[in-house]
């Protein structure tokens, strides 16, 4: 099973970003799941970003992205998206998308499987 991130790319600081994360196989399907965004910027260790519960209803961020990230999620599209608003320059690294069933969402040992990133740039 693969989760497929897409969607980063270089932006100005202050932009905004949509980032999207589908399932790559039919058989899989992410509404069985939490789902997770995590980054890893250069040198430093994977970050949590944000979560959603199985059924979108309850959400969870970073202090650092609140306010200006929302997660979403369409499960019958059987993807989950990140909207990036307000977007600053610390704002940059690799993006990951994951998928959980229990355990604490801002764990990284918690989830079950992980997307190959896309990568955001945000310039000053």
């Known amino acids: 099973v693969q989760l497929q991130a897409s969607g980063g790319g270089l932006v100005q600081a202050g932009g905004s970003l949509r980032l999207s994360c589908a399932a790559s196989?039919?058989?899989?399907?992410?509404?069985?799941?939490?789902m997770g965004w995590f980054r890893q910027a250069p040198g430093k260790e994977r970050e949590f970003v944000a979560t959603?519960?199985?059924?979108?209803?309850?959400?969870s961020y970073a202090d650092s992205v609140k306010g200006r990230f929302t997660i979403s999620r369409d499960n019958a599209k059987n993807t989950v998206y990140l909207q990036m608003n307000s977007l600053k320059p610390e704002d940059t690294a690799a993006y990951y998308c994951?998928?959980?069933?229990?355990?604490?969402?801002?764990?990284?040992?918690?989830?079950?499987?992980w997307g190959q990133g896309t990568l955001v740039t945000v310039s000053s």
């Open positions: 994951a998928a959980y069933k229990r355990g604490d969402y801002d764990v990284l040992g918690s989830y079950d499987y």
């Open positions: 196989r039919r058989t899989f399907s992410i509404s069985r799941y939490r």
């Open positions: 959603i519960s199985w059924n979108g209803v309850n959400s």
